[in-house]
């Protein structure tokens, strides 16, 4: 009786899986015949109550048939991704494409941002000046008095004059003049209100 319900299942199995078009379907299939409570897994599980050479044969039968109905889901299941993969395609040239975004600005970069906009909402003037700076604009207009420690090396950055990437031919520092890194924030007001 098992043997000839094995051969139900087999044939069954076949005519629903020949005429499955798409993944849903075919996942029903696979629970209605491989599932837990499918009539395979039932004869598995009434094994116990038949003889031992009923046993062996209807176990072996059953096993093989459930292999059998494993490999040609799978098989399908790849048949019906080559399918849809053909009718569909994963790529859609006429779609804009992304723009990759380059990077971020650091945090330091942004608060000195938002603390540009504070003081413009409150009609401040953001003025931004050279790093390098000249000698008259840093200390002598000023009134930086040429022995002030302010001037001495270990307080002050001065630049070697032949050093050429340090020269802009647009500026207006003088050839006579030592230059150095801006020591204070004071240079860039002289070079605004003149």
Known sequence: MSLDNLQKIRENFIKEIEEVKDLSLLEKIRVKYLGRKSELIDILSSLKNL???????????????RKELADLIREKTEDLHYKYSLIQPSLDITKPGKKA????LHLL???????????LSMNFSVIE???VE?????????????NHPAREMW???WLLRNQKEIRNPKSEIRKSEKLLLRTHTSPVQIRYIE
């Open 51 to 65: 003889s031992i050479e009923e046993r062996r044969e209807t176990g072996v039968k059953a096993n093989e048939l």
């Open 101 to 104: 975004e380059a990077g971020h």
């Open 109 to 119: 970069t942004k608060v000195e941002e938002e603390i540009k906009q504070i003081f």
């Open 129 to 131: 000046g050279p790093e």
């Open 134 to 146: 000249d000698e008259y604009h840093n200390f002598d207009a000023l009134n930086i008095p040429i």
């Open 155 to 157: 307080d002050t950055f």
